[in-house]
Structure formats: structure tokens, C-alpha cells
């Protein structure tokens, strides 16, 4: 039975993947931070949805963005087959009005949270060697846009970051791929941190019109049976390249409403393998079959 570890399962993203892959007979470790606290509500649920249908799913506390949160949980954890990164917040606001410590935040929690979990499972997985880490990024880890820029930053990082892990890793038989959700009907907007610089915030009248429109264009999309906005998509993302065979699973996929992110990724890809063939890296792209 393969073992899936699954971060941010609280809600969106990882909530619904949480169940899905328990239903698909995999042993889920599902994962969130105040499990027994803000949380406790959907740990509770997670765990008696795996009651009642006598599946292997496991809610366990971990805070991505301390170590030792992270060591305590996962030193208790057997091998994991596949590790998704789920994870994560956005921080919305002019860049001017965050302070240094906002935006170590943003990038702690979507960045270096990403590498603690990747770090907890990695010598396990070296020792199988075999596994796969999919990393959830975003279209706007490819493309910029005003009152995003902080959170633009944490998924631009968390791309390179990933990449140079893809590279690292396929030698020893473990997998680094990178999932890109377009806008989709979760709490991700809801939950989003504004600045607590307003007075600076306000100066900026054209990005904060921009993003109370782009509100409403995603709120529009939700309510739109047609758009592609049903969280399971990106589950179904998530499952298809777990599926895939070794040597097979593209680097980025993007899901959704992909605001022209598709065509960036397939224009660079050729340049990218380029890239790897001038500085004779092409072996390192994705493990071998």
C-alpha cells in the first residue's frame, strides 16, 4: 500500500485530496497545524470520514514553518511513497506596505516549509530509492501581477527552488514535480493576509481596484458551473502524476484558468532542456524509468 503524506489538509486543496486518495486505497497521512485547536473541526471530520469507511487515514499535527513541529511529528513516520506539498497562504497588498517580517513570513511558510517536509521524508525515501514530491506552486509562480508581489515572490522561489531539487534527486530515484492551479473554488482568497500598513496600502488606489476586480472576476468564475474551478481538478492533477511513470512526468502542470501560463511553460521548455544539454544535465531531468 503506497503512503501519500499531504500538508494544508484543513481545507481546500489538501482536505478534498486527503479523502480522495484514502478512497483510492492509499495510506494518507493527512497533515495541518492547530489540529486541535483552530483546526480541530476538520481533523475531526478527516478522521471520522476514515472511520466510517474503514480506510488508512491518519490526521497528524505538523506547523510547516517550525522545525521542530516538523521533526516531532515526522520522526515517527514510516517511509513515504509520495510527499505533496500543499501547504500554504497568500499575503495581498502593495509591496511598499509589508514590513521585512511579513514577507520572511510568506516566504518561510510557501518556501521553506516546503524544504522542512521535503527534508523529514528525503532520507527515507533515498534509502527505497524511489518517491515523488509534488510541489504545489501557482500560474502566478510564472507570471507577476500588482498586489500579489510578495506572494509572486514565494511561488517564483518555490519554482527554482524545486527545480534545482528535480535536478538533485532523479539520480537517487525520487521525483520533483510542480503543480500550478489557476484561481479555484477554495478559501484561498478568503484567507489571504492583507497588509497591516494600511496607511501606506491606501496610497496605492489602482492595485487595490485591481485586486478587488480580480475578486470579483474569480467570484464570478466560482459561481460558473462551466469554469474550471472545481478543487477536485487539481486533485485529479495530483493523481494522474502520481500514475505516470518514472521518466514520464512533465516538470510543470498547470490546472485551471491558466491566464496564458500553458502556453509561457510550453514556450520555455525547449529552452529549459536546452539549458540542461549545454551544461550536460539532461540525465538529471526526472529519475529514470
Same mark, same amino acid.
Given at each position: 500500500? !503506497?503512503?501519500? &503524506?499531504?500538508? $494544508?489538509?484543513?481545507? $481546500?486543496?489538501? %482536505?478534498?485530496?486527503?479523502?480522495?486518495?484514502?478512497?483510492?486505497?492509499?495510506?494518507?497521512?493527512?497533515?495541518?497545524?492547530?489540529? !486541535?485547536?483552530?483546526?480541530? +473541526?476538520?481533523?475531526?471530520?478527516?478522521?471520522?470520514?476514515?472511520?466510517?469507511?474503514?480506510?488508512?487515514?491518519?490526521?497528524?499535527?505538523?506547523?510547516?514553518?517550525?522545525?521542530?513541529?516538523?521533526?516531532?511529528?515526522?520522526?515517527?513516520?514510516?517511509?513515504?511513497?509520495?510527499?505533496?506539498?500543499?501547504?500554504?497562504?497568500?499575503? $495581498?497588498?502593495?509591496? +511598499?506596505?509589508?514590513?521585512?517580517?511579513?514577507? &520572511?513570513?510568506?516566504?518561510?511558510?510557501?518556501?521553506?516549509?516546503?524544504?522542512?517536509?521535503?527534508?523529514?521524508?528525503?532520507?527515507?525515501?533515498?534509502?527505497?530509492?524511489?518517491?515523488?514530491?509534488?510541489?504545489?506552486?501557482?500560474?502566478?509562480?510564472?507570471?507577476?501581477?500588482?498586489?500579489?508581489?510578495?506572494?509572486?515572490?514565494?511561488?517564483?522561489?518555490?519554482?527554482?527552488?524545486?527545480?534545482? &531539487?528535480? %535536478?538533485?534527486?532523479?539520480?537517487?530515484?525520487?521525483?520533483?514535480?510542480?503543480?500550478?492551479?489557476?484561481?479555484?473554488?477554495?478559501?484561498?482568497?478568503?484567507?489571504?493576509? @492583507?497588509?497591516?500598513?494600511? +496607511?501606506?496600502?491606501?496610497? %496605492? +488606489?489602482?492595485?487595490?481596484?485591481?485586486?478587488? $476586480?480580480?475578486?470579483?472576476?474569480?467570484?464570478?468564475?466560482?459561481?460558473?458551473?462551466?469554469? @474550471?474551478?472545481?478543487?477536485?481538478?487539481?486533485?485529479?492533477?495530483?493523481?494522474?502524476?502520481?500514475?505516470?511513470?518514472?521518466?514520464?512526468?512533465? &516538470?510543470?502542470?498547470?490546472?485551471?484558468?491558466?491566464?496564458?501560463?500553458?502556453?509561457?511553460?510550453?514556450?520555455?521548455? @525547449?529552452?529549459? !532542456?536546452?539549458?540542461?544539454?549545454?551544461?550536460?544535465?539532461?540525465?538529471?531531468?526526472?529519475?529514470? @524509468?
Amino acid at each position: 500500500m !503506497k503512503k501519500i &503524506l499531504i500538508t $494544508g489538509c484543513s481545507s $481546500g486543496f489538501g %482536505y478534498s485530496a486527503a479523502k480522495h486518495f484514502a478512497q483510492k486505497g492509499y495510506a494518507v497521512y493527512a497533515t495541518m497545524r492547530n489540529s !486541535k485547536g483552530k483546526n480541530a +473541526e476538520k481533523a475531526n471530520e478527516l478522521t471520522e470520514f476514515g472511520k466510517s469507511k474503514g480506510l488508512n487515514l491518519t490526521v497528524l499535527d505538523i506547523d510547516v514553518t517550525s522545525d521542530e513541529s516538523v521533526h516531532k511529528t515526522m520522526k515517527d513516520v514510516p517511509a513515504i511513497d509520495v510527499l505533496i506539498n500543499n501547504a500554504g497562504v497568500g499575503y $495581498g497588498g502593495p509591496i +511598499e506596505s509589508f514590513s521585512s517580517k511579513e514577507i &520572511l513570513d510568506q516566504l518561510d511558510l510557501n518556501i521553506v516549509g516546503t524544504i522542512r517536509m521535503a527534508n523529514a521524508v528525503l532520507p527515507k525515501m533515498r534509502a527505497q530509492k524511489s518517491g515523488l514530491i509534488i510541489q504545489l506552486s501557482s500560474v502566478v509562480g510564472r507570471i507577476a501581477v500588482p498586489g500579489f508581489g510578495v506572494y509572486n515572490a514565494s511561488k517564483w522561489g518555490l519554482e527554482g527552488i524545486s527545480e534545482a &531539487l528535480r %535536478y538533485e534527486l532523479a539520480p537517487l530515484g525520487i521525483d520533483v514535480v510542480m503543480v500550478e492551479p489557476g484561481p479555484f473554488a477554495t478559501n484561498f482568497f478568503t484567507n489571504m493576509i @492583507p497588509t497591516e500598513n494600511e +496607511e501606506i496600502a491606501t496610497a %496605492y +488606489e489602482h492595485v487595490n481596484a485591481f485586486m478587488n $476586480g480580480f475578486g470579483e472576476q474569480v467570484a464570478a468564475m466560482n459561481a460558473d458551473e462551466n469554469a @474550471p474551478t472545481d478543487p477536485m481538478l487539481v486533485v485529479q492533477a495530483f493523481e494522474n502524476l502520481i500514475n505516470l511513470p518514472n521518466g514520464s512526468r512533465p &516538470l510543470r502542470t498547470p490546472v485551471g484558468v491558466d491566464f496564458g501560463v500553458t502556453a509561457i511553460n510550453d514556450a520555455m521548455e @525547449p529552452h529549459r !532542456k536546452g539549458s540542461l544539454e549545454g551544461m550536460g544535465l539532461t540525465d538529471l531531468d526526472g529519475p529514470k @524509468p
